[in-house]
């Protein structure tokens, strides 16, 4: 298999996967109500907000079809973000028997995102994706180098992590998308860092609005212990995050300008993918 930062031949690979979450615990994240909730929202942004990605790439996908380099890559993560979408749901049936309905915050990501889509144009709703797979490109090197540690439950973690050596794999795909459509001027950089500001505002409204509706339906609203836990996290990661998000802001800006196929490799021995083939996707 190829990474995705070596841009000429990147082929990366669409993983089945079939994660079986029956024996998870309620705390599976470092026993922490806060930090659990954290995640399970975040989580809860996932089945349809990837559908949504897909759905925003799926669109203008036709008018690329003559860079086939592009066009392969597009049907890659296509396959990821479906098998994305899949699994996280499969983890929030799993959740409902703790009474938390995370399939409730899902619903209305749904919604949210359908608005969205049905106001924005195209290329807007593409850019919405490009931003957000910023977003996560960010986060989830932060996962793999530190984050999955707190994660006690070796399957819930295998999930994190597969999830997160995908994102890496397929950062670019949007961005090169856009790039192939729009260009690099000044006329593609303004709504790019727009939509983006506006993206991440979405983001942090809804992971913080779900994580204070699953600590509240959990009657772990008021338990400041947990969340003073919470609190140092938060200000130890956003100290590294906010830099890489400001990355996107400059004018040649490109996902691929950061180099992470060292941690996905090992990140893939952790979790048993070392020794995959390659597998071209289209
Ligand atoms: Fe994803
Ligand atoms: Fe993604």
Redesign the pocket.
């Known amino acids: 298999m190829t990474t995705a930062n070596n841009q000429a031949s990147t082929s990366f690979p669409v993983r089945r996967m079939d994660y079986e979450f029956d024996d998870m615990p309620k705390y599976w994240c470092d026993n922490e109500p806060s930090l659990t909730h954290y995640f399970t929202g975040l989580s809860t942004l ?1 089945p349809e907000g ?1 559908s949504y990605f897909v759905r925003s790439v799926r669109a203008l996908r036709p008018r690329a079809k003559a860079n086939k380099q592009l066009d392969r890559d597009i049907g890659a993560f296509i396959g ?2 479906a098998m ?1 979408s899949k699994e996280h749901h499969a983890f929030h049936v799993s959740a409902q028997k703790y009474d938390l309905d995370p399939e409730s915050l899902e619903r209305v990501t749904g919604t949210v995102l359908k608005g969205i889509e049905s106001l924005f144009p195209e290329k807007w709703n593409l850019l919405v994706t490009v931003g957000l797979e910023h977003y ?1 490109a960010v986060l989830v090197t932060t996962m793999m180098r530190s984050t999955h540690t707190y994660m006690k439950d070796e399957t819930i973690r295998n999930l994190w992590l597969w ?1 997160s050596i ?2 890496t794999e397929h950062k670019a795909v949007a961005f090169d998308l856009y790039q192939y459509l729009y260009g690099e001027g000044l006329t593609a950089y303004v709504p790019r860092v727009a939509i983006f500001t506006l993206s991440l505002a979405l983001i942090t409204t809804l992971s913080t609005a779900y994580h204070i509706v699953l600590m509240k339906r959990d009657g772990q609203l008021f338990n400041l212990k947990t969340w003073r836990r919470f609190a140092a996290f938060a200000r130890q990661h956003y100290k590294i995050f906010i830099p890489q998000f400001l990355d996107y802001y400059r004018t040649d800006f490109h996902p691929n300008d950061v180099d992470e196929s060292d941690l996905v490799a090992r990140t893939r021995e952790m979790i048993g993918l070392g020794g995959e083939a390659a597998q071209a996707t289209h």
């Open positions: 996932f990837e990821q973000e994305h996560t999830h995908e994102e």
